[in-house]
């Protein structure tokens, strides 16, 4: 099994940044790709971005492309989310997950999922 706990979430400004991390334990040999996630209240669980643990290739969703980054430390077992430019519809619960599968964007292909951090962000 493999555990996901992600931080940093909190309130900001719009325009401001935050960073999200999700650390990984367990047993994460056969995670392919980390990725987030995020639901706001009373919208359905939508695609952020992802990374592939080996390869680093990365996809992000044309909502956040060009303001998020996603990038990984593989000897701390860490993802980060650095977040650039926040807006208002970007408030939301995080979540990190793991596959076992190459980048894919459907959350049901995801086997593994953190607790989520919620980020609120203020106009």
């Known amino acids: 099994q493999v555990q996901l706990v992600e931080s940093g979430g909190g309130l900001v400004q719009a325009g401001g940044s935050l960073r999200l991390s999700c650390v990984a334990s367990g047993r994460t040999f056969n995670v392919i790709t980390v990725g987030w996630f995020r639901q706001a209240p009373g919208k359905e669980r939508e695609f952020v971005t992802a990374v592939t643990s080996s390869g680093g290739n990365t996809y992000y969703a044309d909502s956040v492309n060009g303001r998020f980054t996603i990038s990984r430390d593989n000897a701390k077992n860490t993802v980060y989310l650095p977040m650039n430019n926040l807006k208002p519809e970007d408030m939301a619960d995080y979540y990190c997950?793991?596959?076992?599968?190459?980048?894919?964007?459907?959350?049901?292909?995801?086997?593994?999922w953190g607790q989520g951090t919620q980020v609120t962000v203020s106009s």
């Open positions: 997950a793991a596959s076992t599968r190459g980048i894919v964007t459907a959350a049901e292909f995801y086997d593994y």
